[in-house]
């Protein structure tokens, strides 16, 4: 067996030292020596049968990695993100997928539920031609009681007992004891909660160091492409956001997943930060409750409120994610300031985006806002990016400062420019049917108006 060893080795030149050190002894740069296996043996000539292992023709590739035929979730919304056709969507043979998100989100949940969901859809009467492989749940973090009382409260009692027998716990933390069994097993998906809990004892490094994140992730990976079994990673974050370890491991993995909400709310969003198999722009909608997560089909009701009730400062835009148009409601308040320099606060909205609409509204519409705070907030708790929402927060802004209703059944749409114009914005023929389809009527767009002016005009804001 060839002897390894560890060195620490800078990330920035290369330099190594066979101890730990702050700082490079090369380049001076603190904080750069990683710690990697190196083995010490003489390299050996690579034999024929290997050589010829290592490569494959097209027809050969499709027939081994089964690519035409992804692995549903059983979770619609879950489904969307990972990507996929119509009728195709889930994970990719042999996928690995690292999802993160901020503790207590509830990142093992909505596994535990996707692990569920596959078990309730089996199949394991002696009649079934298709036999599902064991599902591995690899421990880090719980121990299989604790995560037993998480599959009673999602699944209830409608798993029977030969369902149950095909989930597995992993409970070491030893990558190499978890590769083994994947081998072994030939499960048909592997969770690892959580990754940076776990090690290799090739390397001399605590549970969650950079090596050793590094390390148990490339070979969790290898194997899962070996044997084409998709893999989920849960990852931890750090207090800014990012997920915990080195940057490497999100180019290792094939997909990043981001879990995101309020904790006071009861809404998840599920992004893909990364997707080699699908796009980078879906979302998927949840909402918690108690069994677990919900998947929410039609967001555009649960972002628009059902008050009836005319109220001034309140304006419906219409967005995409991904594919998928959202009707979105944008509300303003606008009142006078005590302060020398007004406020502008978004929740949901960017803080420039507001200041610049505040700065077009008074240059271009006379609308006097300079001695006026401005708060604005996304109903529903979304984060909106896309310029698309502009139109619709200027009229919020201007309702709610001259404290005017808006008709209902109105959408706005549209980029407003810094000379105060109208601009057109991506699909829009998409979100005009979306609207329509929930019974909006008038739609305020490009192709209605050419200045934001004229808009708040026809809407006696001026």
Sequence with gaps: MAKSKS???????????????????????????????????????????????SIVSLPEVESLSGAKSRFSTGIG????????????????????????????????????????EILKNTDTSPKSKKKLSPLMYVCGEENPSQIA????????????????????????????????????????????????????????????????????????????????????????????????????????????LELTGERTADLRLLRAIKNRFGATDEVGVFRVREFGYESVSNP???????????????ATVCVVEGTRPLLLEIQALVI??????????????????????????????????????????????????????????AVAIASSLKNKTIPKRTVFVGEVGLLGEVRSVNLLERRIKEAKRLGFEHIVSKKTHSRVEDVLRDFDLL
């Excluded at 050190?21 to 690579?46: R, Y």
């Excluded at 949940?109 to 569920?116: E, K, R």
């Excluded at 555009?300 to 309140?314: A, C, H, Q, R, W």
């Design 7 to 53: 060195l620490f080795v800078c990330q920035e030149c290369g330099w190594s030292s066979p101890r730990w050190a702050g700082q490079c002894g090369s380049c001076g740069e603190w904080n750069t020596l990683v710690e990697e296996v190196v083995d010490s043996s003489a390299p050996k000539p690579v034999s024929t049968a290997k050589v010829k292992s």
């Design 336 to 393: 006078g300031s005590q302060l020398a320099m007004p406020r502008r606060v978004g929740r949901g909205v960017q803080l420039s985006r507001i200041q610049v609409m505040a700065a077009v509204l008074q240059k271009h519409c006379r609308v006097p806002l300079g001695t006026n705070d401005i708060f604005v907030s996304v109903a529903g708790g979304f984060d909106v990016k896309e310029p698309a929402i502009d139109l619709g927060l």
């Design 300 to 314: 555009s009701e649960l972002f628009l409120t059902d008050d009836t009730k005319d109220i001034s400062g309140s």
């Design 149 to 256: 009382l998480r599959i009673e409260r999602i699944a209830g009692s409608k798993l029977t007992k030969e369902q149950q027998e095909l989930l597995l716990f992993v409970t070491s933390t030893d990558v190499d004891v978890i590769t083994t069994h994947m081998e072994k097993e030939r499960p048909s998906l592997v969770v690892v909660d959580s990754i940076q809990t776990i090690t290799t004892a090739e390397l001399s490094g605590v549970a969650g160091s950079v090596g050793q994140v590094r390390e148990s992730t490339d070979k969790i990976t290898k194997t899962a492409k070996k044997y084409h079994i998709p893999t989920f990673l849960v990852g931890h974050v750090t207090k800014d956001g990012k997920i915990s370890g080195p940057k490497i491991l999100e180019h290792i993995v094939d997909s990043v």
């Design 77 to 116: 919304e879950f489904d969307r993100v990972l990507g996929g056709e119509k009728n195709n969507k889930g994970m990719v043979p042999g996928a690995v997928m690292l999802i993160g998100g901020e503790p207590g989100i509830g990142k093992s949940t909505i596994l535990t539920q996707m692990l569920v």
